[in-house]
């Protein structure tokens, strides 16, 4: 039990006191035990005298009976036990040695003279004390133990006091925790176990009842623990340690008395009653200010009364033997409380109150302080050098002492920590000294109440010109000039001049007034003050900066600037001088570009003047220093989006890094290049589109550009081209007449020639150029127009050789109406005709067959396909315009108009599909036809001179052709005008877009039958 009490009381106190508890836990048992033997044993169970005291077996003798001596053992380690329960309560502030003088009160007299009222003869199984004979039962001493126990610890918390700290004179009770709880609980089971050695020995003897006894022991402790640990997580919300602890042992305490007869439902009820007593108990000792430091009044007077009482509330009167009915037992229980509590308390408090006052039983305020292992026993400890050397430092402001360190110890981690924070604040201090040693600011430390200076760094003296010896002492309205007549002293005065402290104090930023030198000169200063409180004293630093030399390069500054925004003024393009991109400055120009006003540009975001998809390119631009011009789109405040050229340039100013950005309004510039690339696509359209060639180049005849008619005519590729010049293409080139006619280009007037051009195979053809001077930029170029003549050239021979065949022919070759017409006019026949529909068909085959047939079963064979066309042609009412080898051209809506003409070609192509199949079939020759048409305005007219020709022009017959060539051997291919005039009266099959010479990507239709009625009808 009393390493149970030791390990209990050392956890729940501070652990200055530790070895007081060890020393008194161990002590005491010796204490107890020598005057146990010497004489408390005697008293308690010798020969009784009247049942109220013994008077044999003084100094106990070894040689006794085994029982008897073990049975002395057993009563020796009671008597230790309720000796040492005072030691918790007064733990902290009582002397050891008023403490041993305790112990031998209860040892020697108070616990001996009560255990032989109620135990005497307990050994020979009849109860000889007074007490005893009544009928008081207490099996294993919630009375002559527990309650003797604590009523001495009652008598003595009012005569020893409070611990310092623990009862405020305002304000509620303060805990004072305890240093090990770990260790606490430790002591709590070792307590249990005790437990069950002395409520389980009570019985004398080894039989059943023991195990019942030790099993209502338990449940009564587990009792109480709950009832504590539920009633303290709900009034204070956690569970504590202490209360959980005291809770279980107050059960223990309240079953001792009758543990060995009650049920294990009584046992659980007395237990968590037991706990509620101790809680109550413990809140009275609050109330009335005695301070228990472990709670051993609540644990073990209040759990001993209560298992007093106890007895016979819930004991079995059977189990129990005394013959008394519950009442009775209860009067005789009250009786033994009542009397325990006269001879306990009575004797403690007298002779304690008489001690005390010859020689006090607590310690000094300053040993409580330092606590009782030093106090009492002079322990030395590593906590006590640490303080030591912490209150020499606090009275000799000495940073360089170091607390002692002892090694795997946690005082010594402590310590070692401790030494490690004094290094750093040495070590701050050493550099903090130093800085203000050689800072190029002045330093002083001056006091609230009259602005005194205390402390000045060495450049104070060289800033203000005094010397360090007057400065200190002087007021700081003599340093300064803060707007007040400082040479009468007034309250109002120091009022102000506190409130400009206190506001330069609370703004954190300097603030600039005038300083004050030796010589009375004045300059300008910048002022930062900081307030510092130590306990109840205020004081200000303040850093003192000489600004003479800045205001001189401020106004320098203020009057760049001013140039600067002149000049910026002035320009037209807009300036911006931002930092990170935060504007900090504007020119007019700005303003007006982006339609804010200068209040609002300000302090604003740069990146929200372009639009948001070209934010992360302009800040790439500001942090990577990129000086080059760049275009983004700018936004205007009203939404605008506009072209704008930015280029920024770096800007120190005063350490800071600052850009300025010169920014363009390129709107004007965007809509010319716009216009120039309209212009130069359209110009290029015209001339991919073209069939005449276009020749670009300069004035030495270098090729510049040419287009794809150029390229097929000579038979080069387009890059081979622009590595020649005119010389290499042009067979005979006229300079002298371009010499002569040079003015008339000058005045824009193109000039006609007639040329011959050299194919890259070496042979050549006529072409008629028309060249015309083009201006790019500053430099000069000609354009040629390119034609070949060939045919008119053969024309006009043919025409010039067969004038007179050409006369006889003429019906032959020439529709009759034009006939009739070029007979009677003279001038030229040619007409214009919105609608028409043009055919050109092409042989697929036929030339592989002239080179395996005659020339005359060829031209007879011909003859008879081109025969049949033209009977085809006469039939649907449409002209013939020409053949030319194995192809042939019809067109329909000319030379008289008429609305069907697409209709009328369609059937035609398709009646020419069925006899060309129908004629291969024949002669049994694999060949077909390929067709194609288009509809569209063409101009028709008669050309030639003797030999005339009713021939088409426009894009009309040019797509028509190309629809041929780029047709399918045995399809008809129509373009997508001409499909609008055949949907829905001819099946027509999409084949898509098709990539066409000259035209480039066209939608093209394969025409399959006409729609007749129900069904469909098709010549194939």
Known sequence: MQAGFMCLESGLTRSKNSINVAVKNFTDFGCSVALYWAFGFALMFGTSFQGWIGGSGFFLKTDLPAFDLAFFLFQAMFCGTATTIVSGAVAERMKFGSYLLIACLISGLIYPIFGHWAWNGVNHGALMGWLGKLGFVDFAGSTVVHSLGGWVSLASLPIVGARAGRFPKFGKAEKIHGSNLPISVLGA??????????????????????????????????????????????????????????????????????????????????????????????????????????????????????????VALFGDPELLGTGLNRLEQLGVQVLGIVSCFILAFGIAFLFLSVVNRFSPLRVSEADEYIGLNVSEHRAKT????????????????????????????????????????????????????????????????????????????????????????????????????????????????????EELLSEIVASGHPHELVGIRADGSKFPLEVSITEAKFRDTAFYTGTFRDITHRKQAQK?????????????????????????????????????????????????????????????????????????????????????????EIEGRALPYEGRELRVAAIRDITERKQAQAALRDSEERFRSVMEQAADGFIIH???????????????????????????SMADIEQKLPFATLKQRWREMIRGVPIALEGVHRRQDGSTFPVDVRVGLLEAGNRKLLLALCRDITERKQAEIALRNEQEKSERLLLNILPEA?????????????????????????????????????????????NDIFSTFDLLAERHGLEKIKTIGDAYMVVGGLPLPREDHAEAIARMALDMQQEVIEFSTKIREPFTIRIGINSGPVIAGVIGLKKFIYDLWGDTVNIASRMESHGIPGAIQVTESTYLRLEGKFVLEKRGPIQVKGKGQMTTYLLKNEVRGKGLTSSL
Request: hydrophobic share 45%; net charge negative.
């Open 189 to 310: 089971l070792i307590l249990w176990l005790g437990w069950f050695g002395f409520n389980g020995g009570s019985t004398l003897a080894l039989n059943e009842d023991v195990a019942r006894i030790i099993v209502n022991t338990v449940l009564a402790g587990v009792a109480g623990m709950m009832t504590a640990l539920i009633t303290g997580w709900w009034s204070r919300e956690i569970p504590e340690v202490d209360r959980l602890i005291n809770g279980s042992l107050a059960g223990l305490v309240a079953i001792t008395a009758c543990c060995h007869g009650v049920t294990a439902i009584s046992a659980v009820t007395i237990g968590a009653i037991a706990g509620l007593v101790a809680i109550a108990v413990e809140s009275l000792l609050i109330r009335f200010q005695l301070d228990d430091a472990v709670g051993a009044v609540p644990v073990h007077l209040g759990g001993g009364i209560w298992g007093t009482l106890a």
């Open 382 to 497: 590593e906590i006590l050098d640490l303080f030591r050397v912490m209150d020499s430092q606090a009275k000799t402001q000495d940073l360089t002492l170091r607390v002692p360190v002892e090694p795997f110890t946690e005082v010594g981690q402590i310590a070692d920590r401790y030494n490690q924070v004094m290094n750093a604040l040495e070590e701050a201090v050493t550099r903090t000294d130093a800085i203000v040693r050689t800072a190029t600011d002045a330093i002083a430390t001056f006091n609230a109440l009259n602005f005194q200076i205390m402390s000045v760094n060495p450049r104070a003296e060289v800033i203000f010109g005094y010397q360090k010896s007057i400065l200190l002492g002087m007021s700081l309205p003599q340093l300064i000039e803060f707007g007040l007549d400082i040479l009468y002293w007034q309250p109002d005065k120091h009022l102000k001049i």
């Open 818 to 862: 034009i006939a009739t017409r070029l007979k009677q006019e003279q001038g030229t026949i040619a007409d214009g005709f919105s609608e028409a529909t043009v055919l050109f068909a092409d042989i697929v085959g036929f030339t592989k067959l002239a080179s395996r047939v005659s020339p005359t079963e060829l031209v007879h064979l011909l």
């Open 698 to 724: 300069d004035l030495e005849g270098q090729i510049i550009e040419v287009n794809h008619a150029v390229c097929d005519s000579l038979g080069y590729s387009r890059q081979e081209l622009l590595d020649r």
């Open 556 to 644: 320098a500054l203020e009057e760049s600037e001013e140039r600067f925004r002149r000049l910026s003024g002035a320009t037209l393009e807009a300036i911006i001088v931002h930092e990170q991109g935060k504007i900090i400055d504007v020119n007019q120009t700005c303003v007006k570009m982006f339609g804010y006003s200068l209040s609002d540009l300000i302090d604003r975001n740069g990146l929200s003047l372009v639009v948001p998809e070209h934010r992360d390119l302009l800040l790439k631009h500001i942090v990577t220093g990129y000086e080059k011009p760049y275009e983004v789109t700018g936004l205007k405040q009203d939404g605008t989006r506009f072209p704008i």
